[in-house]
Each structure stands twice: as C-alpha cells, then as structure tokens.
C-alpha cells in the first residue's frame, strides 16, 4: 500500500509541473487541456476543468483502461481519447493541449490532411503532423487519433488542440512544444512569403 501511494504522489506531482510549464509557456489556457499517465491497467488523468497549473492529489482520478466506470464522470470528457490511445499504442503519457498556432495550421490544412513542417527540426523529430477529425471527447476522435498516433509521436485535432505522446510526461511535453514551434514557424513562414 505505502509502494502505491508513493507512485500516485509521484505521478500526480510530476502532472502538477508539466501542467505549470504548459500555462506558463502559454500552450493551453488554464481550465482547458488534460495529462494523462498509464500505470499498468489504469489511467491516471486530471479531472474535468482542472486547471492545469494547479494540479493537487484530488485533482486526478484513477480509471481504467479496459473498461469505464462511474469514475469516467469526474474524469477529463477526453479520457475516452485518452483510453482508446493507450489501448492501441504502447504509449505511457499524453499531453492534450490547446496551442494557438496548432490550432491555427489546423483549421488552414483542414482533417484529413497534415502540416507539413517548414522547420528542420519539425521535419527531423516530427515527419508530417496528422490533422484529424472528430467531436471532443467522442469515439470518432478517439478512434482518429490513435490510429494516427500508432504511426506519429503527436496530432493536431482541427481546431482543437495537439495530442502528444511519450514514455513519460516530459517526452510528451517535448513533442507539444515541438508541434507549437513548427506550427509558428510555418505560419511565419507562410505569411512572409505571401507579401
């Protein structure tokens, strides 16, 4: 028992600081996003309307990955995105953020398609970044994104927000900065080549 409660306060302090550097660097609002981390055959995830920059022990939930539970209530309204996600890719961490410019380049590439990086960096460690479809926190979305997340490291829902994938909370924070970063960088790009 004392082994568990030690992993839950680490899980939920380690969610606490990606949550702060996410707010803090301006890639989400404060109530919007979520953080997830798989923990065997459970989903530790923030709560809905949890204001990432200040996450404490209650405001995580435990569910499971297999099946729902009266628990899914308190829990993100993505935790069905988040679930689907771990089911279908060896993942450990996600990240679901609001980035501007993400959301930007969605909404200008349109689902079903991608953006294609202009940076070498975005290019190097991201390839194409999927645009995909689907409602918030419905199974369409949950089923887009994990079929686009078994072959990419992080996904741009239109007009939503990114999804970013890691063994860990800092790998996914690293990959949703990455996103935002070339996301600019090919807005920048592409309207300084317009003039």
Not at 141 to 166: E, Q
């Amino acid at each position: 028992m004392a082994l568990f409660l030690y992993i839950s306060l680490k899980m939920w302090q380690e969610m606490a600081k990606y949550g702060r550097k996410l707010v803090e660097h301006g890639l989400v609002e404060s109530n919007f996003g979520n953080i997830s981390v798989r923990a065997g055959d459970r989903i530790v995830i923030t709560r809905s309307g949890t204001a990432l920059d200040e996450i404490t022990g209650d405001n995580i939930v435990e569910v499971g990955i297999r099946d729902t539970s009266s628990l899914d209530m308190i829990a993100s309204s993505e935790a069905v995105v988040h679930r689907e996600i771990y089911r279908r890719t060896s993942v450990l961490a996600i990240i679901h953020a609001h980035c501007p410019y993400s959301v930007v380049e969605s909404l200008l590439a349109g689902p079903g398609n991608v953006i294609v990086p202009v940076d070498s960096e975005g290019q190097y460690f991201l390839g194409d970044i999927p645009v995909v479809g689907g409602g918030i926190g419905s199974s369409e979305l949950a089923k887009n994104l994990a079929d686009s997340l078994s072959g990419h490291r992080g996904a741009v829902v239109f007009s939503h927000g990114t999804f970013a994938t890691g063994r860990t909370l800092g790998e996914a924070y690293i990959v949703t900065t990455q996103l935002e970063h070339s996301c600019r960088v090919k807005y920048l790009y592409d309207l300084a080549v317009q003039k």
